[in-house]
């Protein structure tokens, strides 16, 4: 396990406004919110023959819950795309599902204020399960059309490679 080295001078937390997604080696434009990444552990309890009035627990499954991704809607197709790979609708009888490469790794890209990488997590084998093209429309509102995809995973690990930065120093060069 790779050790943490701790920057003495930061005692803020980061903050949940600077990252970036990036598949397919390319970072996704327009991304403005991330659902958490989350997982459980199922319970198994048993008891010992000898011990009836004690349960013990012990770790059983993990599963790992969708995450979902939501940018304001521009002509950039990629979470169509994606979407597209697992159901194509007009595709033809027989061909309306594709399973050769729907699935995609991704990287999740945490910054601190200065803009430096801070925590990167890396996401397995992906895939889109609901796409959201368009939201409800509304004449009288005042706000931004937001798309999502919702990404059904096989599990996320931290990437222990990207190390706490050396934050800068603005200094002053008032005189």
Same mark, same amino acid.
């Given at each position: 396990?790779?050790?943490?080295?701790?920057?003495?001078?930061? /005692?803020?937390?980061?903050?949940? /406004?600077? /990252?970036?997604?990036? %598949?397919? @080696?390319?970072?996704?434009?327009? !991304?403005?919110?991330?659902?958490?990444?989350?997982?459980?552990?199922?319970?198994?309890?048993?008891?010992?023959?000898?011990?009836?009035? &004690?349960?013990?627990?012990?770790?059983?499954? &993990?599963?790992?819950?969708?995450?979902? $991704? =939501?940018?304001?809607?521009?002509?950039?197709?990629?979470?169509?795309? %994606?979407?597209?790979?697992? %159901?194509?609708?007009?595709?033809?009888?027989?061909?309306?599902?594709?399973?050769?490469?729907?699935?995609?790794? $991704? !990287?999740?890209?945490?910054?601190? =204020? #200065?803009?430096?990488?801070?925590?990167?997590?890396? !996401?397995?084998? #992906? %895939?889109?399960?609901?796409?959201?093209?368009?939201?409800? $429309?509304?004449?009288? #509102?005042?706000?931004?059309?937001?798309?999502? !995809?919702?990404?059904?995973?096989? @599990?996320?690990?931290?990437?222990?490679?990207?190390?706490?930065?050396?934050?800068?120093?603005?200094?002053?060069?008032?005189?």
């Amino acid at each position: 396990m790779a050790e943490f080295v701790v920057n003495a001078q930061r /005692f803020d937390p980061y903050k949940n /406004f600077k /990252f970036r997604v990036k %598949w397919d @080696g390319q970072y996704v434009a327009g !991304i403005s919110k991330v659902s958490s990444l989350k997982r459980t552990t199922e319970v198994v309890k048993h008891r010992e023959g000898g011990d009836p009035s &004690t349960s013990r627990k012990s770790p059983g499954r &993990t599963e790992y819950d969708a995450i979902t $991704l =939501e940018r304001g809607v521009t002509h950039d197709p990629a979470f169509e795309a %994606w979407a597209a790979k697992v %159901w194509q609708l007009g595709a033809g009888l027989g061909s309306e599902i594709s399973l050769k490469d729907f699935r995609k790794d $991704l !990287i999740l890209d945490v910054y601190n =204020e #200065a803009g430096q990488l801070a925590i990167s997590y890396k !996401i397995y084998r #992906a %895939w889109v399960s609901e796409y959201q093209a368009l939201p409800d $429309l509304d004449a009288n #509102a005042n706000a931004v059309a937001i798309q999502h !995809i919702k990404l059904e995973n096989e @599990g996320w690990e931290r990437d222990t490679a990207v190390t706490e930065p050396t934050e800068p120093s603005f200094t002053s060069t008032r005189a």
